[in-house]
Each structure stands twice: as C-alpha cells, then as structure tokens.
Nanobody, 115 residues
Framework: VQLVESGGGLVQPGGSLRLSCAADRDIFDMVKMAWYRQAPGNERELVAEISNSGSTNYGDFVKGRFAISRDGAKNTLYLQMSSLQPEDTAVYYC??????????WGQGTQVTVSS
C-alpha cells in the first residue's frame, strides 16, 4: 500500500489545517487507518484512527479538536484539525492496516504551529 500525505504547513495558534492521505487502493478494504504524529525527541503517538466499520478513536490530547474521516471515492483519509496549539507541532504520518498483522506508513507531513 502506498500512502501520500499532504496538507501540512505553518499555521498560527488557534488556526486549522486539513491533512490528506491518498492511498493507491480502496481504503474501505483496510482493517484500520490512522494518523500518528512525532515531535522531535518524542515517541510517535496515535492521533486518531478509524476502523473499516467506521468506528473512531482519538488520542487523549485531541479533546474534540480533531476529526478523522475518509472518502472512498477518492481513496483518501483526512484529519481535520482545529484550535491548533504549538504543542501540536510535529510530523504527521498516515498508517494503513490491510490486515491486523500488516502496516504501511506514509512519508509524513510537517505541521508547525507558531505565531
């Protein structure tokens, strides 16, 4: 599975961004898809995930600010982020699980929150 993230960039505190993750195959065939992030010096952490049934799960730090969604017609996973804060600065990665024991990662997209 090939995944290509886009949509990152520089945004001011309180701003919004929408990240996209384009897959080269039907994303509804995936057992699960997810967004992770990694800030310098930190471990990679789960931001949000969505199962093939549509159930979602978010990291505790999200606190209702982000929303994960998908568009099957475009084979694209999204992460809508709002009320961004400097601590949200990180490289954001898309992950796909075609099976529970398989995973594929995108190359990541940088999100920087700064005034």
């Amino acid at each position: 599975v090939q995944l290509v993230e886009s949509g990152g960039g520089l945004v001011q505190p309180g701003g919004s961004l929408r990240l996209s993750c384009a897959a080269d195959r039907d994303i509804f065939d995936m057992v699960k898809m997810a967004w992770y992030r990694q800030a310098p010096g930190n471990e990679r952490e789960l931001v949000a995930e969505i199962s093939n049934s549509g159930s979602t799960n978010y990291g505790d730090f999200v606190k209702g600010r982000f929303a994960i969604s998908r568009d099957g017609a475009k084979n694209t996973l999204y992460l809508q982020m709002s009320s961004l804060q400097p601590e949200d600065t990180a490289v954001y990665y898309c992950k796909a699980n075609p099976r529970f024991f398989q995973e594929f990662w995108g190359q990541g997209t940088q999100v920087t929150v700064s005034s």
